[in-house]
């Protein structure tokens, strides 16, 4: 009975490089959020996609960043050629498919350092 | 600027006291969430409330909607050192998506 699964926990990346943040759902859970935070601070909506679908992508950069949830396997976020500035801690959250006021359920989140 | 303001952002008390974080808005939410997030985990869900005026309460925690649905406190009764950790809010806007506010970071002293 896995919760919200994201991989890796920590990743380093030197500028310039590519950072690819996994995420399994709940199972069953076909809504698929991504969020950022820095320390201290609450979260920072980013993407809410549906299986193949990006329903919203209001809170992500318009470059360097893609999210992705396709029919099979996990969610991916990635971040191309990342700068210093890009140094947080990712989660993604999970909810079923009966609607928008469903709980989230959360991952621990995967903590981005860029050297 | 944020959708949901919460207040205070640091709360530091002894174990025993009683306590209430705000969180504020000045738009309607559908819903209302509070999370409790402790170093290096992701947010866990507390409680959701939908209704104007709605209070529920877990344990030493009550929560408490706004009639007008733009504004929620939580209050926690005697507080104990296992309730340190960052509280969160946040709201369903437009059944669109979720805003979080930027938390309220409590440490209880034993």
């Known amino acids: 009975n896995a919760g919200v699964m994201q991989n890796p926990r920590h990743l380093v990346r030197r500028r310039g490089q590519e950072a690819r943040l996994r995420c399994s759902p709940v199972k069953g859970h076909s809504h698929v959020y991504w969020y950022r935070q820095l320390p201290e601070e609450g979260l920072k909506f980013m993407v809410y996609l549906q299986k193949e679908n990006i329903i919203d992508e209001s809170g992500m950069p318009k470059e360097r960043f893609s999210a992705e949830f396709p029919k099979e396997g996990p969610s991916i976020l990635r971040i191309q050629q990342v700068v210093r500035g890009d140094s947080a801690a990712y989660f993604c959250?999970?909810?079923?498919?009966?609607?928008?006021?469903?709980?989230?359920?959360f991952g621990d989140g995967t903590r981005l350092s860029i050297l | 600027t944020q959708l949901l303001e919460q207040s205070p952002q640091f709360l530091s008390i002894q174990e025993g006291e009683n306590l209430t974080v705000y969180c504020n808005s000045s738009?309607?939410?559908?819903?209302l969430q509070w999370y409790r997030q402790e170093p290096g985990e992701g947010p866990v869900l507390l409680v959701t409330v939908v209704t104007g005026g709605e209070v529920k309460k877990l344990k030493r925690l009550t929560f408490q909607f706004g009639d007008a649905r733009k504004d929620s406190s939580l209050h926690i009764t005697a507080a104990q050192p296992g309730d340190t950790g960052l509280y969160l809010c946040a709201g369903l806007y437009n059944f669109n998506k979720f805003y979080f506010g930027s938390g309220t970071k409590l440490n209880v002293k034993p």
């Open positions: 738009s309607v939410f559908s819903s």
């Open positions: 959250a999970s909810s079923p498919p009966s609607g928008l006021d469903q709980p989230q359920h």
